[in-house]
């Protein structure tokens, strides 16, 4: 694998747990104050102490000025991709361009059957995410009305509106071969979590994005590479455990060797504390480590810096 070049970007990763509503929005304020790039919500609607992803998100957006908020990733089975892009759209809208959306195929088929979402098999999932991809860019087209005939989604002569304030990111959420295959081809960003996504299997999936993005005649350092990283600082441990030496240790390669740009830290422990710390010590600890790699690579290569 190779340095993609882009450029570097931080962000947090908030449980959206009821009782801790107060703590979520003391971790916004340091991640917009601090200057961290962006905050990410997972999306469980069925888990009964979350609350609901989208509401909090507007909450952040409302009590930010500066950081940019995604779904890390959207729940589709529980919610139909035209009324996700006319969310997220407003949103944007809203927060003056601060919003990005995180796309996933769904998961914990039981729970989303209990709320009223329809199981789909591994093949289903797929198929049905390629269409949202479709839906929701139609949504946010400046076409007249717009139609769409899926499998799973439709759109019968819907006139699209509001569109975003600035071109809004489509980042999946994907691990088997077929998402990461459909992410190549039509997504602007990939989002996997350490938690399943261990580093060792990083350049194995990078490598499948990147096949799938070349065929279909697209530039792979086009893709965003974002990363869901769970730890804490100063805790013992593998990955993503340990002094802040350590943290820059594992995350410098992972720019340089294995293309990711972007990490959203999950604190494990002591989130607001966790926060301040990876914002103040870890994040400029790591620009400065990539960037003198990648100055010590351009000059060995003749200014490419993209030729490790």
Do not use: C
Not at 63 to 80: E, G, M, S, Y
Not at 117 to 144: F, N
Request: proline residues 7%.
């Amino acid at each position: 694998m190779a340095d993609y070049g882009r450029a570097l970007e931080f962000g947090i990763f908030p449980s959206p747990e009821a009782s801790a509503f107060d703590q979520i929005l003391a971790m916004a304020r340091i991640a917009d104050e601090t200057g961290l790039d962006l905050i990410g919500v997972q999306d469980h609607p069925y888990q009964r102490r979350f609350l609901d992803t989208w509401m909090l998100m507007a909450t952040i957006l409302a009590r930010t000025r500066r950081v940019r908020v995604f779904p890390d990733v959207t729940n589709l089975p529980l919610r139909p991709p035209a009324m996700i892009a006319k969310a997220a759209a407003s949103l944007d809208v809203m927060s003056g361009g601060r919003f990005e959306l995180g796309l996933g195929a769904g998961a914990f088929w039981e729970a989303v059957h209990a709320m009223g979402g329809q199981r789909r098999s591994p093949g289903e999932a797929v198929s049905a995410i390629e269409e949202a991809i479709a839906v929701i860019r139609l949504m946010w087209s400046d076409e007249r009305s717009v139609r769409y005939a899926g499998k799973h989604h439709r759109l019968a002569g819907v006139k699209p509106g509001p569109q975003p304030a600035h071109p809004i990111g489509i980042w999946l959420g994907a691990g088997g071969p077929r998402m990461l295959g459909l992410l190549g081809r039509e997504a602007d960003g990939w989002v996997p979590s350490s938690s399943w996504a261990t580093p060792d299997k990083l350049p194995g999936m990078n490598r499948r994005i990147d096949a799938a993005a070349e065929a279909a005649g697209r530039n792979p350092a086009d893709i965003r590479r974002l990363y869901n990283i769970f730890g804490a600082i100063d805790r013992s441990g593998e990955f993503f455990n340990g002094p802040v030496e350590q943290w820059v240790a594992e995350l410098t390669p992972l720019v340089v060797e294995q293309g990711m740009d972007t990490f959203v830290f999950g604190p494990a422990e002591d989130p607001v504390r966790q926060v301040r710390r990876f914002a103040e010590e870890v994040v400029p600890a790591v620009r400065g480590s990539v960037q003198q790699h990648r100055a010590a690579h351009s000059d060995q290569n003749n200014g490419d810096p993209l030729r490790l």
